[in-house]
């Protein structure tokens, strides 16, 4: 499956960083035992992870949002 590029520059950027921080912000909240934040900032932390690694975001697509240069 390929997915047409629509995430980049600066906004590729911000969703690593969101990426990284919701990993800790997981590890952090399952350490604690809060499993049910842990699992969400897990989720997001993922979904991130893709849109910076594939450049593609469905929500993007759906509204017709391009930030690629």
């Known amino acids: 499956m ?3 590029p629509n995430v980049g520059g600066r906004d590729r ?3 690593a960083a969101l990426a990284v921080v919701l990993t800790v912000v ?3 909240s399952l ?3 809060k499993p049910t934040a842990g699992l969400l900032a897990l989720v997001a ?3 991130f992870g ?3 690694t594939t450049r593609f975001c469905g929500m993007n ?3 017709g949002v391009d930030t690629t240069e």
Do not use: I, T, W
């Open 26 to 28: 997981a590890l952090r």
């Open 13 to 15: 950027l911000a969703r």
């Open 45 to 47: 932390a993922v979904g």
């Open 50 to 52: 893709f849109n910076a």
């Open 31 to 33: 350490r604690a035992k």
């Open 2 to 4: 390929e997915f047409e």
């Open 61 to 63: 697509r759906l509204l």
